[in-house]
């Protein structure tokens, strides 16, 4: 097929790369340069945290998650010989902590956790400073106990998203750089200037798809890059807090992505002095190597996201729309890839299902 993909963040590299290595010709359409720094992709954390999203999601985020996130280790192998570049991708755990006047802020995330996850209380480790010492030791220096969630984990999506464009380009895939898209429906994508006819066409515009899809809302994100050579840690780390959680999520060479910030926003303004000074804040009473780290990037953008905040795939004649993965993207991308391609390839068999093994899938 000639399929036409208006959108090229996460999903859309993901599906555009996927659908070329199955042979069909793939033309991408952006309004942002390959970088993507419009995408929430390029400013998300990028965890893979289905037991921490347990405690504040629908319990189907942490069964697909889990099962998603066993399918990137063989789609990055994969991309790997596609595009001959590898991406930082490690499940090493991921630990939560607390000061010590914020101890019931965590005691209440081990309880909800306890509530939520009996089936799956032996990946969750409630350490002392000693075993700290062992997973993590410069936390020790700060913290006396936390939670470990041996199964989380991350990826580098800078990288992720560089190598998907190079696989992408490697491929065949035309990639229209810079072209907003007014709209998308029924076999063409209409850009400002033409209207583009294909035999399929997939809207992966994130946020970007409200004028199409209205019942999308934005929920706003901030997060700060920073460079800190004289912090080393090895996992994800989320600080209870009575107001916020700040998560710190390492990526390759000493980079961290650190965000704290969900707001009911649909803003796509930048991140505010407030945002800023609290992170920062949070972030050095976490590890003072922080006080010296450069910031690379500050950015905000919206989770694309529905009322009940699960992902959804709406497969008609001539058009898919795939959104709504709020700040789930990276968690569940490879399971939303999977039935996306699914049902691309007619086999649709549910009309709304909700099973550890489908999605959202709307079929019209
Ligand atoms: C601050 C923050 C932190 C996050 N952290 C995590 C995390 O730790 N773990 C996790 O799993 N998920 C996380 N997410 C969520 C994840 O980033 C999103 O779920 C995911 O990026 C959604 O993918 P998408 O492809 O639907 O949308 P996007 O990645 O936003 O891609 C949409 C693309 O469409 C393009 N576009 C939009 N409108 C138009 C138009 N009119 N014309 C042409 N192009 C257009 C955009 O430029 C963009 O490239 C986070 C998100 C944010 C904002």
Redesign the pocket.
Known sequence: MNIGI?????????LAWQLLRRGHAVTL????HSE?E????????????PYS?AVACEREIFDW?CEAQALWPGLLEQLKADSGFEVYFQQRGSLVVAHPQDRGDLQHFNQRLRAFLPDAMDRIEFVDRARLQTLEPELAERFGEATFLSAEG?LD?RELLMHLAAAIRRLGGQWRER????AVDANRIE?DRDIHPFDMVID??????K?QQPDLRG?????LWVHAPEVRLGR?VRLMHPRYQL?I?PKRDSVY?I?A??IESEALTPITVRSSLELQSALYSVHTGFAEAQVLHA??????AFLDNLPRIDISPGLMR????????????PLVLHLALRALEGDVRHRIVRTASDLNVVNR
């Open positions: 208006a959108g090229a963040g996460l999903l859309g590299r993901l359409f952006d309004r942002d993507g419009q995408a929430a992709a390029r400013v998300a954390a990028a965890m893979l945290a999203e998650g991350t999506n072209t907003p898209v007014a850009t992966a515009r994130g946020f970007g798809a004028p929920v706003r994100g901030e997060v994800p998560y999520s992505v965000g910030t969900e950015y905000a953008n919206c989770r694309p795939v959104n709504g993965l709020y700040r789930h993207g990276y968690l569940l991308g």
